[in-house]
T-cell receptor
Framework: GENVEQHPSTLSVQEGDSAVIKCTYS??????FPWYKQELGKGPQLIID?????GEKKDQRIAVTLNKTAKHFSLHITETQPEDSAVYFC?????????????FGSGTQLTVLP | DTGVSQDPRHKITKRGQNVTFRCDPI?????LYWYRQTLGQGPEFLTY????????KSRLLSDRFSAERPKGSFSTLEIQRTEQGDSAMYLC???????????FGPGTRLTVL
């Protein structure tokens, strides 16, 4: 089955700096890659996603890049703010009948220092 | 959209007891997913419904676990004869038919003593 590895497990940055989180996946059939933000005591919240027919996607301060050949994708957060502090998860998914079973990475605890 | 809701938010039970959780998906979302998340890990897929039909089950879903979605709206997840290893956050997500995006609920945190 699919395996997703995520690095780093913890990341501390100064407010205003950029943060980069990287993930690799194993199944070349995967074609959908969402990123979720999870705050303490809450469920994961989708922040951005990318499909395999696109190499990069941006949404304000957040961007995701995808390298299908190398099977890795990255999350970039610019101009970080204290409210960006949370656990971030990458995930990968391939079509399986009508389902979209997500395989998640192990998460990155991002701390933005004021 | 009012979002995915789950009830209860927290459940403490003794080993050997049965527990049941409820998930109400976003209205008009006919796909519903259950995931389990242990401390420090990402969510792991348990099972999936398309309307009322349970179409996929993970090997993580032992015989003590059963999920239903009788009318294609809300879903329940029951764990029988709970074990300490069942302690985790149980997350529900829903999506539209043909859509990739899964919207997660706040989860039910289960503690088995």
């Amino acid at each position: 089955g699919e395996n997703v590895e995520q690095h780093p497990s913890t990341l501390s940055v100064q407010e205003g700096d950029s943060a980069v989180i990287k993930c690799t996946y194993s199944d070349s059939a995967s074609n959908y890659f969402p990123w979720y933000k999870q705050e303490l005591g809450k469920g994961p919240q989708l922040i951005i996603d990318i499909r395999s027919n696109v190499g990069e996607k941006k949404d304000q301060r957040i961007a995701v890049t995808l390298n299908k050949t190398a099977k890795h994708f990255s999350l970039h957060i610019t101009e970080t703010q204290p409210e960006d502090s949370a656990v971030y998860f990458c995930a990968a998914s391939k079509p399986s009948g009508s389902a979209r079973q997500l395989t998640f990475g192990s998460g990155t605890q991002l701390t933005v220092l004021p | 959209d009012t979002g995915v809701s789950q009830d209860p938010r927290h459940k403490i039970t003794k080993r050997g007891q049965n527990v049941t959780f409820r998930c109400d998906p976003i209205s008009e979302h006919n796909r519903l997913y259950w995931y389990r998340q242990t401390l420090g890990q990402g969510p792991e897929f348990l099972t999936y419904f398309q309307n009322e039909a349970q179409l996929e089950k993970s090997r993580l879903l032992s015989d003590r676990f059963s999920a239903e979605r009788p009318k294609g709206s809300f879903s329940t997840l029951e764990i029988q004869r709970t074990e300490q290893g069942d302690s985790a956050m149980y997350l529900c997500a829903s999506s539209r038919s043909g859509g990739d995006t899964q919207y997660f609920g706040p989860g039910t945190r289960l503690t088995v003593l």
